[in-house]
């Protein structure tokens, strides 16, 4: 009983992640500033990373843990770099 | 005990889906940069991890992963915040609403 409780949290959870995402990405369109648009699209890379980690669960296969590793690393990488580019050279 | 190890799961994934519920509200809500990036921080780092703590629970083969991107999460998400503050800060943003700007006294913005 407790298991199908699990796959409707499950599913449920990874809908509102996917709503969540068309949400931010509404708002990252709307950004007054460039900041704004970078920390709308680093949310993003978050969100996809909890999508991915819920669908690891769902499919009960460990392989999207891996996927989402990787995605972890390079989002993080990829926001110091523009963080970077931001701090350094005044564009707006 | 699987029982108990579900419902922790499920507890976890509600309390995650909670914060990125949280997070996402207020990175629309907020006034400036400075308040919103204190938003979204919170969803890599609570969101996320909380997920992956139910992930480590129903698929104890893949504990070893989650750990590992528990550990890069609480690592990455956090400094990824502080260098956007940071950035936001030197790129001349202004956060509304402050009486005064103690890091313009005393480091002033080189030019």
Known sequence: ?92 | MDDIRTALAILAILIGTGFSLIGVIGFIRLPDVYTRLHATGKVSVFGVVLLLVAAALITPVGAGRAAVLILLLIIGGPTASHALTAAAWRAGIKPRGTIRDDLERDHPREP
């Open chain 1, 1 to 92: 009983m407790l298991q199908q409780v699990l796959v409707v949290v499950l599913n449920v959870a990874l809908a509102i992640h996917i709503g969540l995402i068309g949400i931010s990405v509404y708002r990252l369109w709307r950004g007054e500033n460039l900041v704004d648009r970078l920390i709308g699209a680093d949310l993003v890379t978050t969100l996809m990373l909890a999508i991915l980690v819920l669908i690891a669960l769902i499919e009960l296969n460990a392989l999207y843990i891996d996927v989402a590793l990787g995605l972890a690393a390079l989002g993080f990488v990829g926001a110091i770099a523009l963080a970077k580019y931001i701090a350094d050279e005044r564009m707006f």
